[in-house]
Every structure is written in structure tokens, then in C-alpha cells.
């Protein structure tokens, strides 16, 4: 069963999509705020989001900027703005469509039907979904090559990025400086491994609340580093 989320702070709409969708046998989920949905919007899985354009606390471009940010799932945008800078604005941001209100519920039971069979289709074609590595707040999309730290992305390099990530992808593993050189830099160890030394002082510096105090990327004196979970 696909489960929809609902983003719309106007009670008696959300709950007449609701009913409506709920009849064509979809799981509906609703928020009637901006921050709320936008937090449920990411942290849980969902098949399709309907968004409010107009929302209390953070407005449906916001949300569907950071939606379309994490995730490629069909983003239905809804307003009662009428004008072509609006839609032009929200499918620029990702969203897969945009309804003007007042809408038939049927109309949006049926955009709902097609934009789900659409990515289901893009799904079943051979189009993967990125390859995703998250810990404690860290989510490292190994597809996109890009590293988003509490929902913020942050810039690494090439080299930054290969490291962060196969630290990451062997958490626990405790590895030298010597290891870490010739894995990531290809060299044997006779190369400069002070270069390990100073590109996991730069990771620290986007990754870790506390440099002095690193939560995720451990030194073990004496050794080398490892990745704490």
C-alpha cells in the first residue's frame, strides 16, 4: 500500500483529500504545518508528498527544496495562488506537478494514481536509487558523491569524500595512516601519509560538532583512526 503525506494547514481540505485518497486504498498521513511536515517529510518514508504552498512556520518552496534535496519521490504541489511565476517557481524547486485550488478531489486521487505509476515505472526500468550510507546524522550519497551533515550539505573533495566514506563503510575498524594512504591515494606508504594526517583534520571540520572532541572519526594513538557507531 503506497503512503502519502499531506502537508496542508486548511483542516477541512486535508481531511477531504484524506477521505478521498483513503477510499483508492492509499495509507494518509496528515500535517498541518510547515516544520512539522517538513521533518516528517524527510526523517520517514513516504511514496508521495501533496504540499501546501502557503504553511505556518516554513512555506511549500522551502519544504519542497529540502524534500527534493534527499529524496526523488513524486512531490505534488497545491496552492491557491493562480499566478505562472508560483508553478514556475515550484516545479523549478522539483516538484512533479502543481494544483491550483479550488481542485476536484477526484482530479487529485487521479494526478496522485499517475505520478505513483510514473515512478514506479522509472523504478522498475533499471533506474536505482542512490546508493545511501547514513549514521548518527550523517547521510553520505555515494551515487551523487555528496555528504549532507543534519540535512545540511557540505562541500568535500574528491579525496575528502573517499575517505569520509570508506571510513564510514567500515566502521570500528581501527586503520593507519599507512592503510589509509595506499587505499585511498593508491600509493604505498612511502608517499606522504601526513596528507591522512591533514585531510581528517579538514573531515572534522564539517562532520564534527566538537574537533577537540570528535564524535564519529576516532584517533587511536599510536595506530591510526577509526570511525565510531
Not at 508521495?48 to 529524496?71: Q, S, T
Request: charge should be negative.
Amino acid at each position: 500500500m503506497s503512503r502519502i503525506l499531506i502537508i496542508e494547514d486548511e483542516i477541512a481540505i486535508a481531511e477531504l483529500e484524506k477521505d478521498y485518497l483513503e477510499l483508492s486504498g492509499f495509507e494518509v498521513e496528515i500535517e498541518t504545518t510547515g516544520d512539522t511536515g517538513e521533518e516528517r517529510a524527510i526523517k520517514e518514508e513516504f511514496d508521495l508528498i501533496i504540499l501546501d504552498l502557503m504553511l505556518p512556520n516554513v512555506d511549500g518552496f522551502e519544504i519542497c527544496k529540502k524534500i527534493r534535496a534527499v529524496k526523488n519521490i513524486p512531490i505534488i504541489m497545491v496552492s491557491a495562488k493562480k499566478e505562472d511565476i508560483d508553478k514556475i517557481r515550484g516545479l523549478g524547486l522539483g516538484a512533479d506537478d502543481y494544483i491550483t485550488k479550488p481542485f476536484s478531489p477526484s482530479e487529485l486521487v487521479a494526478r496522485v494514481k499517475a505520478h505513483l505509476a510514473r515512478y514506479e515505472r522509472l523504478i522498475g526500468s533499471g533506474v536505482k536509487e542512490n546508493e545511501i550510507i547514513e549514521i548518527r546524522g550523517i547521510k553520505i550519497d555515494k551515487t551523487a558523491r555528496r555528504v549532507y551533515i543534519n540535512n545540511e550539505e557540505k562541500n568535500f573533495t574528491t579525496k575528502e569524500f573517499d575517505l569520509l566514506t570508506f571510513l564510514a563503510e567500515n566502521p570500528n575498524h581501527v586503520f593507519t595512516k599507512e592503510e589509509l594512504f595506499q587505499r585511498i591515494w593508491d600509493m604505498d606508504s612511502i608517499g606522504d601519509i601526513a596528507t591522512v594526517t591533514v585531510h581528517i583534520k579538514k573531515i572534522r571540520e564539517k562532520i564534527e560538532f566538537n574537533t577537540s572532541k570528535p564524535q564519529y572519526i576516532e584517533t587511536i594513538w599510536g595506530v591510526g583512526y577509526r570511525f565510531k557507531v
